[in-house]
């Protein structure tokens, strides 16, 4: 089944840097990546997420880049603000019969002003 | 509000004792699926269920089970918890069997005394 590996557990940033979370999966037939957002107390919200057929896509401040030959794929985040400071969780399908996603372990990232 | 219902929101019960926690998908979602969060854990996929039919299974233990019913809501029982079982639980919902449009419910914080 799917393994999905997420680095780095946590990061810190000053207001306005960027920040990269990297996520490396196992099958290669996975196709759909999703990054979900889950603030402290709150439940996962997707935020971004890119299928196999792309190899970047970006909304506002945020992009999703998918490297298939090497299996992996990232978050960046530009101007970060206080805002951003959650834990960010990447995933792909398990590719069994159903296609429950396979979470990563998650990267909390604080934003300082 | 993002229209995957769970109850209830918080479960305070003793060990060795039986719990069930209910969710009711978003409208038209045939799909859910039920996580694990436990502190400083990730999402531990448990159980998938697909129009009434068990589609696959993760890191769930025996001592859980879950179905899902003609209407479509799920129930996740837990029995002779233990101290380790205390976590959040959340569970999502997808219009099909796919991974795309993987919405999370609220979750239920399980705390087992």
């Known amino acids: 089944g799917e393994n999905v590996e997420q680095h780095p557990s946590t990061l810190s940033v000053q207001e306005g840097d960027s920040a990269v979370i990297k996520c490396t999966y196992s099958d290669s037939a996975s196709n759909y990546f999703p990054w979900y957002k889950q603030e402290l107390g709150k439940r996962p919200q997707l935020i971004i997420d890119?299928?196999?057929?792309?190899g970047e896509k970006k909304d506002q401040r945020i992009a999703v880049t998918l490297n298939k030959t090497a299996k992996h794929f990232s978050l960046h985040i530009t101007e970060t603000q206080p805002e951003d400071s959650a834990v960010y969780f990447c995933a792909a399908p398990a590719n069994q019969a159903g296609t429950a996603l396979i979470f990563g372990k998650g990267t909390t990232l604080s934003v300082s002003s | 509000d993002s229209g995957v219902t769970q109850t209830p929101k918080h479960l305070i019960t003793a060990t060795g004792q039986r719990v069930t926690l209910r969710c009711s998908p978003r409208?038209?979602?045939?799909?859910v699926y039920w996580y694990q969060q436990s502190l400083d854990q990730g999402l531990q996929f448990l159980i998938q269920y697909y129009n009434g039919e068990e589609r696959a299974k993760g890191n769930i233990l025996e001592r859980f089970s879950a179905q899902q019913f003609p209407d479509l809501h799920s129930e996740l029982n837990l029995s002779s918890l233990e101290l380790g079982d205390s976590a959040l639980y959340f569970c999502?919902?997808?219009?099909?069997?796919?991974?795309?449009?993987?919405?999370f419910g609220s979750g239920t914080r399980l705390t087992v005394v």
């Open positions: 890119i299928r196999s057929n792309v």
């Open positions: 409208s038209g979602d045939l799909s």
């Open positions: 999502a919902s997808s219009a099909t069997g796919d991974s795309v449009g993987y919405t």
